[in-house]
């Protein structure tokens, strides 16, 4: 990043990570978005009075968190789950999504059609809700289905694209080969920031393909990686799973700040 872009995230981050006075969550409020053949996809929406941008949270893992009808997450582990707090203190306002009712997990359907279009209606639902710029934001597993999303979402519905820890090499297991270049990264039009933690151990996962993801973004106007460092040790065995460095583990705050930062950045005509 230049110096010039860099002023500028430091200024605007300064003026985005200040929420409006008595800007509390609103929220929960539980949005079950009609999809195609009686299908649905439950969001769970939460906001600032006045938020300045939408953060669509695409969750890793299988991607059903099975949110109820008030609101609460039987899986709340994930990076984007648990972070949610640290968004809304910075002015962001969040829609978690769940799996759509047509399938019990995402493994393998992230680069469906279906699901991209299934996200596209999640998208004009939430305009009811807020006139804020929306960017798609996925962890792990569910960048692919960002990132897919983004492909297909004309760019003057959504306003950027956040990958952090993004799947970019494939497991042998067939139910978890999709990555991130399974998506049709080069009609991404819109500004994509690359998120990961220099100590991901997680195979799938490694920090050092942000280079290469961020060459294949030949159609978004602006890219931008960012490399985060620190945090607390790994309570999980497996280096993919969330309370690792693959899911920021201690460093939540930092990491979400700092998205925020570069969201205003890439944010600037």
Known sequence: MGRALAGAAALLAALLLVAPAGA??????????????????????????????LAVLFPGGAGRI?????????????????????????????????????????????????????????VL???????????LVGTSAGTVGAAAAAAAIPPGEIAGL??????????????LRETVFGAELEKIGVPTLIVGHEADACEFTPA???????????????????TMTGGSPATDPNPCEAFTPHGFLGIEKETVQSIVAQIAALSVP
């Open 24 to 53: 509390q969550p609103v929220g929960p409020v539980v949005i079950d978005v009609a999809l195609e053949k009686g299908h649905s996809l439950r969001v769970l929406y939460q906001a600032p009075s006045r938020p300045t941008a």
């Open 66 to 122: 099975n949110i109820d009808g008030k609101g609460n997450i039987a899986f709340k582990g994930n990076f984007l789950v648990r972070s949610r707090a640290e968004w809304h203190a910075a002015g962001i306002a969040t829609a978690t999504l769940d799996a759509p009712t047509y399938t019990r997990d995402l493994f393998g359907q992230r680069l469906d059609s279906d699901y991209a279009r299934a996200i596209r209606a999640v």
């Open 125 to 135: 639902r939430l305009r009811q809700q807020t006139t804020a710029p929306i960017w």
């Open 162 to 175: 956040v990958l952090t820890s993004s799947i970019t090499l494939s497991s042998r297991n067939p139910r």
């Open 208 to 226: 050092n393909q942000a280079a290469r993801l961020r060459a294949k973004l030949t159609g978004a106007p602006k890219t931008g990686i960012l």
